[in-house]
């Protein structure tokens, strides 16, 4: 059994000691956000607790992660900046489909669309982003903005409000040394990040990695326990990759 392989596999890694990812991202450090300056934000949501962010990419589907499927319904939270109060510009719409990678495995393929039950009301504080161009490759040391409600540190309790900080995209050949089989160089990129000036945390994969203007990535991993070390480069699902697989399932769902 592939899965159970995968868990033992990381239990024995915890025993020795070893490199631990954690597949929840949130924001440490960095600054609150403008209000709704980042109108594709979703907060996806389970028994009215945030647990995952994600993308609108069109009025009917939000972009997110694959390991933030929950056995659970999840509604999607839309046009929210502080998710703790009842903001007149949110919006919340139960997910009607999950769709998953076929090929999720864990942590590899880390990529999932929300088909909502009823279409978003696009507006000033609602918006979907374009996503990235098929071949567009993003160079090392481009400085990147990561966004969320997650966690503000290791062990610190999630932000109400939206939170964003700055990471610059970092070699691959660098993030395969240090994370070896937990990076796949095809699928992922991954960032460098200053201690002080924080990012990604626990609490809130799925969210995205803005490169000019532009998500190039999803979050997905992190060191567990310690995401604001700066020694392990933050783990991002890359988007150009899956272009043909997320405009297959948004076709198919127009049928």
């Given at each position: ?31 609150v956000s403008k209000p709704h300056s980042r109108p594709y934000m979703a907060s996806l949501q389970i028994q009215g ?49 999950y769709y998953p990678h076929p090929q999720y495995d864990e942590h590899d393929y880390d990529i999932m669309l929300l ?65 070896q089989k937990y990076f796949n160089t095809e699928h992922m990129i991954c960032t460098k990040f200053d201690k002080k ?59």
């Amino acid at each position: 059994n592939h899965k159970s392989d995968f868990l033992v596999f990381f239990v024995l890694f915890f025993s020795i000691n070893t490199i631990i990812p954690n597949i929840t991202s949130g924001i440490v450090g960095g600054k609150v956000s403008k209000p709704h300056s980042r109108p594709y934000m979703a907060s996806l949501q389970i028994q009215g607790q945030h647990t995952c962010g994600g993308i609108l990419i069109r009025e009917d589907f939000v972009l997110t992660v694959a390991h933030c499927k929950s056995p659970l319904p999840m509604t999607v939270v839309l046009g929210a900046h502080n998710i703790s109060k009842t903001e007149k510009s949110q919006q919340w719409i139960q997910v009607a489909d999950y769709y998953p990678h076929p090929q999720y495995d864990e942590h590899d393929y880390d990529i999932m669309l929300l088909k909502l039950k009823n279409n978003a009301t696009l507006n000033k504080y609602v918006k979907a982003i374009g996503l990235p161009k098929k071949n567009g490759k993003i160079p090392a040391n481009v400085k990147c903005v990561v966004a969320g409600w997650g966690r503000i540190g290791a062990k610190k309790p999630p932000s109400d409000v939206l939170k964003e900080a700055t990471e610059k995209i970092q070699f691959s050949h660098e993030c395969k040394n240090i994370w070896q089989k937990y990076f796949n160089t095809e699928h992922m990129i991954c960032t460098k990040f200053d201690k002080k000036k924080g990012g990604i945390c626990q609490g809130d994969s799925g969210g995205p990695l803005i490169c000019n203007s532009k998500p190039q990535g999803l979050t997905a991993l992190t060191l567990q326990d310690d995401c604001n070390n700066p020694k392990y480069p933050h783990i991002f699902t890359k988007l150009h990759f899956f272009l043909p697989w997320i405009k297959k399932i948004m076709q198919r769902s127009n049928c």
